[in-house]
């Protein structure tokens, strides 16, 4: 009967190892893809500060035009 315990408790403890294992996996996981997002946010972020430094001139992000009066 004690064998029987022992073996049984053995499984429960290799069940509860396991569990804990994908959990872990699980965490680790989620834990990829909250950063993964938070650089893409960061990255649109940048991009859209990019877009209205041009639309509004700041920084000098437009290239000057020059004009010519002089014809040839």
């Given at each position: 009967?004690?064998?029987?315990?022992?073996?049984?408790n053995?499984?429960?403890?290799?069940?509860?190892?396991?569990?804990?294992?994908?959990?872990?996996?699980?965490?680790?996981?989620?834990?990829r893809?909250?950063?993964?997002?938070?650089?893409?946010?960061?990255?649109?972020?940048?991009?859209?500060?990019?877009?209205?430094?041009?639309?509004?001139?700041?920084?000098?992000?437009?290239?000057?035009?020059?004009?010519?009066?002089?014809?040839?």
């Amino acid at each position: 009967l004690e064998e029987i315990m022992a073996e049984n408790n053995k499984k429960i403890e290799e069940a509860q190892k396991k569990l804990a294992e994908e959990q872990l996996k699980l965490v680790e996981e989620q834990r990829r893809m909250l950063e993964e997002k938070q650089r893409m946010e960061e990255e649109d972020r940048k991009r859209k500060k990019r877009e209205q430094e041009v639309i509004l001139n700041k920084k000098n992000a437009r290239p000057k035009l020059s004009f010519s009066l002089g014809g040839k």
